[in-house]
């Protein structure tokens, strides 16, 4: 994970050279650095990137397929502690989707204010019933907050895969650009907002606007993880 602070826009990648899956250390570094930027007041937007392929993946299968209960519930609710984080946090954050983005990282694409993806064949989506999973609650709320009505089933249910334009009409996505332009245009959406937002306007209309689902996000992780005896 590296930063750079661009003006008032704090950009945050993630690469491991392979397909950033989140693992608990990762989630926790990145919640870190998510408060960290929120309380500092020379922040007003944050970005998140990933590596030239792909924006995130799901979580670490090598958890998954442990087999060990609380390790992978002490995994999934950092996953969506952050996710949550993210949705109410109190500066804007905007994804910069540079490459495909499943599982988890589709989820994280939901939990942030705007999204630029590439304008390609990308594969974006839930792909959670095909591998022989079930979305978690939090998982599900933030879903049916943020994609299209119209999609939200085959999204969900129907683990259907879209490609870039496919995932603007699914909500996964705000637009799209040449992949090489993604980042630079987040960046220019994240300035933008950091420029003609009030802060503290913000952080409370996020407050009263995202509230409800903000508490019901934050009980469905409580209890997965009161599930799993943690």
């Not at 989820?107 to 390609?120: I, T, W």
Request: with cysteine; net charge negative; hydrophobic share 50%.
């Amino acid at each position: 994970m590296t930063t750079e602070q661009i003006d008032n826009v704090l950009c945050i990648s993630v690469d491991d050279g392979r397909a950033n899956a989140f693992s608990t250390p990762l989630l926790v570094a990145l919640s870190e650095e998510l408060a960290q930027a929120e309380a500092d007041p020379n922040i007003g937007a944050v970005v998140l990137s990933g590596n030239d392929k792909i924006f995130f993946a799901g979580f670490d299968l090598d958890v998954i397929n442990s087999g060990d209960p609380k390790a992978i519930t002490e995994m999934t609710t950092a996953g969506g502690a952050f996710i949550r984080q993210v949705y109410g946090a109190s500066v804007p954050v905007v994804a910069a989707s540079t490459g495909h983005a499943v599982a988890a990282g589709a989820l994280l694409l939901c939990g942030c204010d705007y999204r630029v993806g590439v304008d390609g064949p990308v594969k974006i989506g839930l792909n959670e019933v095909a591998i022989a999973l079930t979305l978690p609650k939090w998982a599900l709320l933030i879903a049916s907050e943020r994609l299209s009505k119209r999609y939200l089933q085959i999204a969900v249910a129907n683990a259907q895969i879209f490609d870039g334009r496919g995932a603007v009409d699914a909500g996964f996505l705000d637009e799209v650009a040449a992949s090489d332009q993604v980042t630079a245009r987040a960046i220019e959406v994240a300035q933008g907002l950091a420029e003609q937002l009030d802060a503290k306007a913000y952080a409370s209309t996020v407050r009263a606007l995202r509230g409800d689902l903000l508490s019901q996000m934050d009980a469905a992780i409580a209890a997965d993880r009161a599930a799993a005896g943690l």
